[in-house]
């Protein structure tokens, strides 16, 4: 028995040593051939069933011993071929590392990255410097310097994130402005993007939203220029010829008050269910600075005017490419970023 071991291994030894591995195959061959179910190694394991009760320990180990021979020598020759292999394959031909690998496709920037990058730079072009405020607010910069009195609707609990007690998430991105004029001093012009959040949540409206706030404050600033600027801004992001219209509106820290509606893409202005029916949808709110919100950052209402905007960055997205559901820009639908 000890010697049928003895030269299986020694045939196994000269079996491998006479073959150029170059292939996996050669190698799973001699593997199937000794370690197979019917190997010859598997073989001397169940001729164990044969052999006494005394001779079976020893017989057990050497046959192991074998097989864990042949295992390892497998084993290296494997790694020996899958080497000689890649040389092989290094030396027939040119590999170019700079192909795409199969399967990867191209990623796109986000349709609300692109609307806030295009403001940014459309503003920045006309010389308004971008602050980008906090996310977190206090009541002084988000509602009281923004002339918005105690009993105010927008500061009720439904409507606001509060954090703690003054404290909250800005529900606008007009806080910006105060912060803004507590460090600037007249003239300047300056646009605020940003992150806000309201208790709201319907196909136009989501709790976390997009803003962009504008302000231009100097002498003799008129609504008239708001309204020119804000015209320019419209063809810009929508194209020339893009229907518009300023609604009458209030806001506590402007007066006069506008709101800016931009026909509604779904229905051509017909009047639909995104457009609650008015064929037209609101993009923005804007209107001359609220003297007493110059008073409250230090700037003298009786020299110097302003006006000032905030639009919905969501909005935007929304009609440039007709996504029908708000909450489809933050979803991250793979299906849904995958068309832009
Ligand atoms: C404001 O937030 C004012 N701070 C805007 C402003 C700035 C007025 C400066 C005057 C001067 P309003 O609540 O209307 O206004 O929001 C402005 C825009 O944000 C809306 O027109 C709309 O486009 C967008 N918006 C408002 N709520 C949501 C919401 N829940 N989800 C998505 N967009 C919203």
């Not at 061959?29 to 169940?46: Q, S």
């Not at 020598?73 to 795409?100: C, H, N, R, W």
């Not at 419209?234 to 893009?242: A, T």
Request: hydrophobic letters at 40%; a negative charge.
């Amino acid at each position: 028995m000890s010697e049928s071991i003895s030269k299986l291994k020694q045939d196994f030894e000269a079996e491998l040593a006479s073959l150029v591995l170059t292939s996996k195959e050669d190698v799973d061959a001699i593997r199937v051939k000794y370690l197979g179910k019917k190997g010859l190694v598997t073989d001397l394991l169940k001729q164990m069933g044969g052999l006494s009760a005394e001779e079976r320990p020893a017989y057990g180990k050497k046959v192991n011993e074998l097989k864990e021979f042949v295992s390892e020598a497998i084993e290296k020759a494997l790694l020996v071929a899958a080497d000689a292999a890649l040389q092989k394959k290094l030396a027939s031909g040119f590999v170019d590392i700079s192909l795409p690998e199969n399967g990867i496709s191209a990623g796109s920037t986000h349709p609300l990255y692109d609307v806030r990058e295009e403001i940014i730079d459309f503003f920045a072009h006309m010389g308004f410097e971008v602050d980008f405020g906090r996310d977190i607010e206090t009541d002084w910069y988000n509602f009281e310097a923004l002339n918005t009195p105690p009993d105010h609707p927008s500061r009720d609990m439904q409507d606001t994130f509060y954090l703690a007690d003054k404290v909250m998430l800005r529900t606008h991105t007009s806080g910006t402005q105060i912060h803004y004029m507590e460090t600037h001093k007249p003239p300047f012009r300056m646009i605020a993007p940003g992150h806000v959040f309201r208790v709201d949540s319907d196909a136009t409206h989501a709790p976390m939203f997009q803003q962009c706030e504008g302000l231009v404050v100097d002498e003799n600033i008129t609504f008239a220029q708001l309204k020119g600027v804000l015209q320019v801004f419209m063809d810009k992001l929508f194209g020339s010829g893009v229907k518009t219209r300023f609604r009458p509106s209030f806001f506590p820290f402007t007066e006069p008050s506008a709101e800016m509606d931009v026909s509604c893409v779904f229905c051509k202005g017909e009047g639909c269910r995104r457009c609650k029916g008015t064929g037209w949808m609101e993009i923005g709110g804007c209107g001359s600075v609220d003297p007493n919100v110059f008073i409250n950052c230090g700037i003298d209402p009786e020299r110097y005017t302003g006006f000032a905007f905030g639009f919905g960055l969501d909005r935007i997205a929304m009609l440039r490419h007709a996504i029908p559901e708000i909450g489809l820009l933050t979803g991250n639908d793979e299906r849904f970023l995958s068309q832009f």
